[in-house]
């Protein structure tokens, strides 16, 4: 059986709120970043998980840790409470964007070659027929 848990980490990233997403399934960790802009309110995160959490694109699955110990339930509260001074994300989280960045970035590099290649043999083409009907007159 799959065993996937999730966390939501938002944090101020001047000028705008973020919101990672850090996802752990059969031991492989994949990110989504979302911008909010101003401040979210609780019940607005809330709602956006609901309504927006299926369409989230993750990121590449990084291989991470996974820790299954049964924890007394204060000291989960105190670790809760931590992470929630904690400021910026984790940085396996960060590895994980920045592996989606990258791939996405290789993924526009090659279809802007494409669209470029595409471009010059159609130029090519509109020159090499403006050259034949030059030379049909004479």
């Given at each position: 059986?799959?065993?996937?848990?999730?966390?939501?980490t938002?944090?101020?990233?001047?000028?705008?709120?973020?919101?990672?997403?850090?996802?752990?399934?059969?031991?492989?960790?994949?990110?989504?970043?979302?911008t909010?802009?101003?401040?979210?309110?609780?019940?607005?995160?809330?709602?956006?998980?609901?309504?927006?959490?299926?369409?989230l694109?993750?990121?590449?699955?990084?291989?991470?840790?996974?820790?299954?110990?049964?924890?007394?339930?204060?000291?989960?509260?105190?670790?809760?409470?931590?992470?929630?001074q904690?400021?910026?994300?984790?940085?396996?989280?960060?590895?994980?964007?920045?592996?989606?960045?990258?791939?996405?970035?290789q993924?526009?590099?090659?279809?802007?070659?494409?669209?470029?290649?595409?471009?010059?043999?159609?130029?090519?083409?509109?020159?090499?027929?403006?050259?034949r009907?030059?030379?049909?007159?004479?």
């Open positions: 059986m799959d065993k996937v848990s999730g966390k939501l938002v944090y101020f990233e001047a000028p705008f709120w973020v919101g990672v997403f850090e996802r752990v399934r059969d031991g492989k960790l994949s990110v989504a970043k979302v909010f802009g101003t401040e979210p309110k609780d019940y607005e995160v809330q709602e956006y998980i609901q309504k927006c959490y299926s369409g694109k993750f990121s590449p699955a990084v291989d991470t840790g996974v820790k299954d110990i049964k924890r007394n339930p204060k000291r989960m509260q105190r670790e809760a409470k931590r992470q929630m904690e400021t910026g994300i984790g940085t396996k989280s960060q590895q994980a964007l920045k592996l989606q960045q990258e791939q996405n970035k993924e526009h590099k090659v279809r802007r070659r494409e669209k470029k290649e595409a471009e010059e043999l159609r130029m090519f083409k509109l020159k090499q027929q403006k050259k009907e030059k030379h049909k007159g004479h």
